[in-house]
């Protein structure tokens, strides 16, 4: 089992619309949470961090932890073009020293 | 911009050859961190420096090695490359305090081809 798991994607959505990402997690001890944007060619860019349960709003982001079902998500409200990137789920626990473990990735393209 | 610097942006070996990757941390962090990235993959983690040591690794060889400076910048080496260490190479950088790690920022990262 991978420590970390995105949907596969490629995922589409029109411009507007709100783009749902996934990411499910092994380690029960996890404890830091974070979701990553990554233009083609880039690095990864920080969006947003989530370490307690429920819902953190960043503008037109939400991401959405439940440590219960091991399962964090990301929102993307009013998807606009420059939001097709891929979108990176990472995890840090205390039993790795914190450091990060990194899903595939979801590759999301919003259409005009 | 993170303020992580990395150089080279781009390098080209060949195989059985040592390739040295650089890495200037953002002000205030402590901490380098080293990621493997392959193409379609997400980041994996090779080690990470504390205090001029290695604090942790990853599933990654010996001859995957590193440093890190008083100034918190830091090296890594491969030696003996083969070509399935063509990849994106991330530095990140962060703080650790009290022996956590907080966020990681990455630089703009270095594309190793190995022919």
């Known amino acids: 089992q991978k420590e970390v798991e995105q949907n596969s994607g490629p995922l589409s959505v029109p411009e507007g619309a709100i783009a749902s990402l996934n990411c499910t997690y092994s380690?029960?001890?996890?404890?830091?949470f974070f979701w990553y944007r990554q233009y083609s060619g880039k690095s990864p860019e920080l969006i947003m961090f989530?370490?307690?349960?429920g819902d953190k709003e960043d503008g037109r982001f939400t991401a959405q932890l439940n440590k219960a079902s091991q399962y964090v998500s990301l929102l993307i409200r009013d998807s606009q073009p420059s939001d097709s990137a891929t979108y990176l789920c990472?995890?840090?626990?205390?039993?790795?020293?914190?450091?990060?473990?990194f899903g595939a990735g979801t590759t999301v393209t919003v259409r005009a | 911009e993170t303020g992580v610097t990395q150089s080279p942006t781009h390098l080209i070996k060949t195989r059985g050859q040592q390739v040295t990757l650089r890495c200037s941390s953002q002000?205030?962090?402590?901490?380098v961190s080293w990621y493997q990235q392959a193409l379609g993959q997400g980041p994996q983690f090779i080690f990470q420096?504390?205090?001029?040591?290695?604090?942790g690794r990853g599933n990654f060889p010996p001859r995957f090695s590193g440093l890190q400076f008083p100034n918190y910048s830091s090296e890594l080496n491969v030696n003996a490359l083969e070509l399935d260490d063509s990849a994106l190479y991330l530095c990140?950088?962060?703080?650790?305090?009290?022996?956590?790690?907080?966020?990681?920022?990455f630089g703009p990262g270095t594309r190793l081809t190995v022919l």
């Open positions: 380690d029960r001890g996890s404890q830091s």
């Open positions: 990472a995890v840090a626990a205390r039993s790795n020293d914190y450091k990060l473990s």
């Open positions: 989530i370490y307690s349960n």
């Open positions: 002000s205030g962090h402590n901490t």
């Open positions: 990140a950088s962060s703080l650790v305090s009290s022996g956590i790690t907080d966020t990681q920022y």
């Open positions: 420096y504390y205090r001029e040591e290695e604090n």
